[in-house]
């Protein structure tokens, strides 16, 4: 099975993802007894649940400081010190220093909603392929509406996904008044490229929250948050009906890959150009949160 690669816009080069639990995804997604033990374990939640059981006893504190150095992770940013944490999920969802984000431009700017690799597409009822060609999006079944999916098919949407070695607490892209959040059922399947290239509908299937954002400028924006394989929590940090600062914290996953996305009504937003040019490539670009998203096309 092939290696994930994507870009990076810091670095200006194509890199390799360091997978954590690769070979349990190949087990998983490649073969036939791997497949048995997704739908009775992970589908059905008992495995996250378990994990996520496990992530939040005191013991698990003890296995920070190799997490931390097999993954190269930057504990600079971090607002608590290495010996702070009271578990691993307590890690996993640390917030970060004042400034350790600082936004791109102006309220004309949107700005991604994660650290994360991240694709964009100009209209979302053209994409042609994620991960792999031959896989339709169904954007009714990801968004829970038919209504919602036709006010969006003609607008761009941005997919961030985010890898457990990430900085898991998510963000508002655009500055406006988010409404409250839905939540839509569904199993905790990953949502690794591994995974996606087999079955894309993980994405509308996995359990997930959605969100409007109104905005003067924007118009009305949704938010999606998807869970994924042992992410038993995805957590709404905001107030619901009160205004909500561009780059200011919506939420947090707890321990897992998650998928965060980001639909824009027709005619609202031009994406960054190196979003688009390595999307249609067929690879994810990473970029941390706050970094440029795209600007206002108004």
Wanted: charged share 25%; glycine share 12%.
């Amino acid at each position: 099975m092939e290696g994930i690669r994507y870009y990076n816009r810091y670095t200006g080069r194509e890199e390799r993802e360091q997978v954590l639990g690769e070979k349990y995804l190949q087990w998983i997604y490649g073969t036939s007894t791997g497949r048995a033990a997704l739908h009775v374990l992970i589908k059905r939640g008992v495995f996250s649940r378990l994990l996520g059981w496990l992530k939040n006893r005191s013991s698990s504190a003890r296995s920070i400081p190799s997490f931390v150095e097999e993954y190269g992770i930057n504990m600079e940013d971090s607002l608590k010190g290495m010996g702070e944490f009271k578990h691993f999920n307590d890690f996993f969802y640390r917030r970060l220093k004042p400034g350790a984000r600082p936004l791109a431009g102006g309220e004309d700017t949107a700005v991604f909603p994660a650290d994360a690799r991240h694709m964009g597409w100009e209209r979302a009822d053209r994409i042609k392929s994620v991960f792999v060609k031959g896989q339709s999006f169904d954007l009714p079944a990801l968004m829970g509406s038919e209504a919602l999916a036709g006010r969006y098919a003609e607008g761009a949407v941005v997919l961030s996904r985010l890898c457990p070695t990430d900085y898991h607490r998510f963000h508002f892209p655009v500055s406006g008044v988010p409404g409250p959040w839905t939540r839509l059922g569904g199993p905790l399947a990953s949502v690794s490229p591994y995974c996606l290239r087999r079955r894309l509908a993980w994405l509308w299937t996995n359990k997930r929250n959605l969100t409007l954002i109104r905005s003067e400028l924007w118009g009305e924006v949704a938010m999606l948050e998807v869970g994924a394989t042992g992410v038993g929590l995805i957590e709404e940090t905001y107030v619901p009906d009160v205004p909500a600062a561009r780059g200011g914290e919506k939420g947090y996953f707890a321990f897992g890959g998650s998928t965060v996305m980001c639909f824009f009504e027709p005619g609202r937003i031009r994406l960054a150009p190196d979003l688009l040019e390595k999307t249609a490539e067929g690879m994810e670009l990473f970029a941390r949160q706050g970094d440029m998203m795209g600007v206002s096309a108004e």
